[in-house]
């Protein structure tokens, strides 16, 4: 069992940056599927970006986020990062970091949630 750890929240204004990071310990495969997922008050998750630990798999965005969000890994630190410029009010809500026990969760688009398995508490960006 992984478990995920989320930092980097907060608030920020409009058109501002922020970075997440995640770091998962525990059992942890090689070559996984990892993501962020955020969801906003009211609203249902969304899948935002994944990455696969493992090669031939490329970083996957939603659509909302396609230009400003940067997903990012460091395996050797078991680190997941994601890089979010040009906030908008529509990016605000809690963030999680999960994990995927498919590949399907880093190739299927739009990102399906249902996918990860896994999940970190969670970190709360607030963009105003």
């Not at 058109?15 to 942890?28: D, E, K, N, P, T």
Request: proline content about 2%; charged content about 15%; some cysteine.
């Amino acid at each position: 069992h992984v478990q995920l750890v989320e930092s980097g929240g907060g608030s920020v204004q409009v058109g501002g940056s922020l970075r997440l990071s995640c770091v998962a310990s525990g059992y942890f495969v090689a070559r996984s599927c990892m993501g962020w997922i955020r969801q906003a008050p009211g609203k249902e998750r969304e899948g935002v970006a994944t990455i696969h630990t493992g090669t031939g798999v490329v970083p996957m965005y939603a659509e909302s986020v396609k230009g400003r969000f940067t997903i990012s890994q460091d395996n050797a630190e078991r680190m997941m990062y994601l890089e979010m410029t040009g906030l908008t009010f529509e990016d605000t809500g809690m963030y999680y970091c999960a994990a995927a026990r498919s590949v399907l969760g880093c190739v299927e688009q739009p990102i399906r949630t249902a996918r990860f398995t896994s999940w970190g508490q969670g970190t709360q960006v607030t963009v105003s």
